[in-house]
T-cell receptor
Framework: GNSVTQMEGPVTLSEEAFLTINCTYTATGYPSLFWYVQYPGEGLQLLLKATKADDKGSNKGFEATYRKETTSFHLEKGSVQVSDSAVYFCALKGQGGSEKLVFGKGMKLTVNP | SAVISQKPSRDICQRGTSLTIQCQVDSQVTMMFWYRQQPGQSLTLIATANQGSEATYESGFVIDKFPISRPNLTFSTLTVSNMSPEDSSIYLC???????????FGEGSWLTVV
């Protein structure tokens, strides 16, 4: 079946540091890929998505590129802020048929001033 | 987009009781899902709520424990029955609007069973 493997934390960075959160997936065909973010005490929010190979999703300074050849969708940000402290989830939706999401385990990021 | 309202947002429940969580969307949606997020864990799909018919449950989840209703295109309920401390989780409603294919989540219902 479909699965997502993502870098587990927790991770602590200083403000303005570079962030990479690795995410790889296993799926048949061409799934859609997502990054969701969960801020402390809040629900899940869509951060960015990509629906086909080589697409780049971007939002709030975060980027991720859908790499079919490496089955990856790594999340990056050039300069993190304290307000980026949250839990980040990589997820996929299989091609055709089922609309349900499969999530990675999540990674908690803390950014210190 | 879709604005999702979940009630209750938080609750503390006694062991052995049942609680019903409501999910109301501000627009019609094609699909509605219920997820569970146990403390420190990722999200796990409980079931797909089907309008006018029985929900489709994932492996490890059963209707007797998690009865679900979906009477129309904008509303669904999830009941957590005969609760135990292991049911302490965030329960999230998720939808796909008729107008698009992005999946949206509610803010979750944070349940603690004592």
């Amino acid at each position: 079946g479909n699965s997502v493997t993502q870098m587990e934390g927790p991770v602590t960075l200083s403000e303005e540091a570079f962030l990479t959160i690795n995410c790889t997936y296993t799926a048949t065909g061409y799934p859609s890929l997502f990054w969701y973010v969960q801020y402390p005490g809040e629900g899940l929010q869509l951060l960015l998505k990509a629906t086909k190979a080589d697409d780049k999703g971007s939002n709030k300074g975060f980027e991720a590129t859908y790499r079919k050849e490496t089955t990856s969708f790594h999340l990056e940000k050039g300069s993190v802020q304290v307000s980026d402290s949250a839990v980040y989830f990589c997820a996929l939706k299989g091609q055709g048929g089922s609309e349900k999401l499969v999530f990675g385990k999540g990674m908690k990021l803390t950014v210190n001033p | 987009s879709a604005v999702i309202s979940q009630k209750p947002s938080r609750d503390i429940c006694q062991r052995g009781t049942s609680l019903t969580i409501q999910c109301q969307v501000d627009s019609q949606v094609t699909m509605m899902f219920w997820y569970r997020q146990q403390p420190g864990q990722s999200l796990t799909l409980i079931a797909t709520a089907n309008q006018g018919s029985e929900a489709t449950y994932e492996s490890g989840f059963v209707i007797d424990k998690f009865p679900i209703s979906r009477p129309n295109l904008t509303f669904s309920t999830l009941t957590v029955s005969n609760m135990s401390p292991e049911d302490s989780s965030i329960y999230l409603c998720s939808v796909i609007p008729i107008s698009g294919n992005t999946i949206y989540f509610g803010e979750g219902s944070w349940l603690t069973v004592v």
